[in-house]
């Protein structure tokens, strides 16, 4: 990875970049303030054409971006931020969590939720600022670039799986060169928005977006960090087949 090609140098803005592979994985977390300083489209470009070389099954490559900044971010930003705080009516084309998520998943989003709330002062039953704090997304966190992805709605699971392993790449990719990112599932809520006015084809559907930046490591949020389970929880090393 000739990194030395990019504009590594972040120059006092956000988190310094990192190169060693470890330090890139464990430093990654979803940033949920940037600063207003615009990154380079010849480094957004090159963060892309490095992600492209994710795998994917018999190479479909089944990840499309629409890379949205300037008065186009701020214009869309606006329009979906004010359909979600007045409740506007949008529904989710496919259920990202289950109806009932049950253990031990409901405690670990729990935890994450006030956790996340706690450092910024947002106490249980407080719902406006909770509401206000969820508004944010909509923003992309204020950062200067925004990501929509989508996918052509004829292919089946197994490109969902392929386009999970573009989207870390791009996420550590922008870690190694000074920036972070922070996923957003909540864009697909509303898709009808954000297919009109980015023109994107019906047979797509829009899976996530994700702010693109640098960190703003003077926001309380930009804190947090997210626990993570022991191995010995998740793994198991099989030594021998049952008979």
């Known amino acids: 990875m000739k990194a030395d090609k990019l504009d590594t140098n972040s120059k006092a803005k956000g988190r310094p970049a990192v190169q060693n592979l470890v330090d890139v994985v464990t430093s990654r977390r979803s940033i949920r303030a940037f600063l207003p300083d615009p990154v380079p ?3 957004i470009e090159k963060i892309l054409k490095i992600a492209s070389r994710a795998p994917s099954g018999t190479n479909t490559q089944p990840w499309k971006v629409y890379v949205v900044s300037g008065k186009a971010r701020v214009a869309l930003s606006a329009e979906i931020l004010t359909a979600f705080m007045n409740d506007e009516d949008h529904q989710f084309e496919f259920s990202y969590y289950p109806k009932e998520i049950g253990e031990p998943y409901l405690a670990r989003r729990r935890a994450n939720g006030w956790g996340l709330y706690g450092t910024i002062g947002i106490v249980k039953g407080d719902r406006a600022r909770m509401k206000e704090q969820h508004g944010r997304n909509y923003k992309f966190f204020d950062a200067p670039t925004g990501l929509i992805f989508t996918i052509d709605r004829h292919l089946e699971i197994g490109s969902w799986f392929d386009y999970g392993m573009f989207l870390q790449s791009i996420m550590l990719l922008a870690r190694s060169f000074g ?10 809520q509303y898709h009808k928005i954000i297919q009109h006015r980015l023109s994107i084809p019906k047979d797509e559907m829009v899976i996530c977006g994700m702010a693109l930046g640098y960190a703003d490591m003077r926001a309380p949020e930009n804190s947090y960090v997210t626990d993570r389970e022991p191995v010995g929880d998740f793994a198991q090393f099989v030594d021998n087949l049952a008979k």
């Open 41 to 43: 489209r010849e480094q």
């Open 179 to 188: 920036l972070d990112t922070c996923p957003q599932q909540a864009f697909a």
